[in-house]
């Protein structure tokens, strides 16, 4: 299935990369795809910066930073799709990294990792009635009926 996709993806690439090149000519082709990836290797230091500044907020707040963490993902990735020549990958990296766009993938992205990831369940709460009490060797008939203290001052 993957070979499949990829297969697929170089398909959409050279018919793009064809009908962009006698559309606007050799040279400006060419000229897209350096400055499309020069702008997502930018895209993709931003992203990083904005992301550790979002998850060092959150963390100051106190709050889980389960949307900065998705949003950087998305943004990261979107960036690196636009690092990488072609101009199909560089669409789907430019709506990853834009934040309308990224807002509407978002829940797509925890849906699928939500069938993915194991829950385990922590530690737990109710552990029923406790109850006090001392615990009295019965095979030392001595001790029966003292305190630990009390037995070890006699000894």
């Not at 697929?8 to 000229?31: D, I, K, R, Y």
């Amino acid at each position: 299935m993957p070979l499949i996709v990829l297969l697929v993806l170089f398909v959409a690439e050279v018919t793009a990369l064809v009908a962009v090149g006698s559309a606007l000519g050799v040279l400006p082709t060419v000229l897209l795809f350096v400055g499309t990836s020069a702008a997502g290797a930018v895209l993709l230091r931003n992203q990083g910066r904005h992301t550790m500044a979002a998850l060092r907020e959150a963390q100051a707040r106190h709050r889980a930073p389960g949307r900065e963490l998705a949003d950087g993902a998305l943004g990261g990735v979107g960036a690196l799709l636009m690092v990488l020549p072609g101009f199909v990958t560089d669409v789907v990296g430019l709506l990853l990294v834009l934040p309308p766009t990224r807002a509407l993938v978002r829940p797509l992205l925890v849906t699928a990792l939500a069938r993915r990831v194991l829950v385990v369940p922590g530690p737990r709460t109710d552990r029923g009635v406790v109850l006090e009490g001392e615990v009295v060797a019965t095979d030392d008939p001595a001790g029966i009926g003292r305190t630990p203290l009390e037995r070890s001052a006699r000894r």
